[in-house]
């Protein structure tokens, strides 16, 4: 299980606490044990996550791994409401240059993750050109998976908002930009 840098609370009103105890304390602890359980005796069993993912043949141990490292980068790309920084250095750089704005960035990701038909992520990736993409994928998919270095992402499976939003996923992805700690993004690049 990752830590979180904040306390169950620590990012509400955007995320309560119900939904981060829910959210991270059963739904991705039930992936990890999934994932150890699966991974003995196999050819996984002492693998990094990351090789797991872009390995894995899709099944059981692609779709938990999956879900442990998208978690992962998920829990630990916020902050508490108001702390983030903007992107700073090489990220702002390249955000203006392939996307126009920070602002450019932010509505088509939320088009993304809000078009999304069923389960899954919105991702923001560097593509193996160097490129920042932003992409979609269906349930455990991760941008990994195709050469991308993952960056930021958007959990649009229904058990990331109906505690707080129900059935409002659009009100619910335009809220995250308040947590997003840009810091921790651009350390992933
Ligand atoms: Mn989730």
Known sequence: MPKLGYPANGLE????AE???FHYGKHLQTYVT?????????????REVEE?????PDGGIFNNAGQVLNHTLYFTQFTTPGQGSLPQGRLAELIVRDFGSLDQLKRQMEEA?????????AWLSLSPEGRLLITREN?????????SKPLLCIDVWEHAY??????????HVKQLWEIIDWQAVADRL
């Open 13 to 16: 009103p955007i995320i309560s």
């Open 52 to 56: 797991i993912v872009a390995a894995a």
């Open 139 to 147: 349930n455990a998919g991760n941008p990994l998976r195709k050469g």
């Open 34 to 46: 999934n994932l150890a359980n699966l991974i003995k005796g196999t050819e996984f069993e002492n």
């Open 113 to 121: 993750a809000i078009g999304l038909f069923g389960s899954g992520w």
């Open 162 to 171: 109906y505690i707080d939003y129900r059935n409002r996923r659009a009100d």
């Open 19 to 21: 939904t981060i105890e």
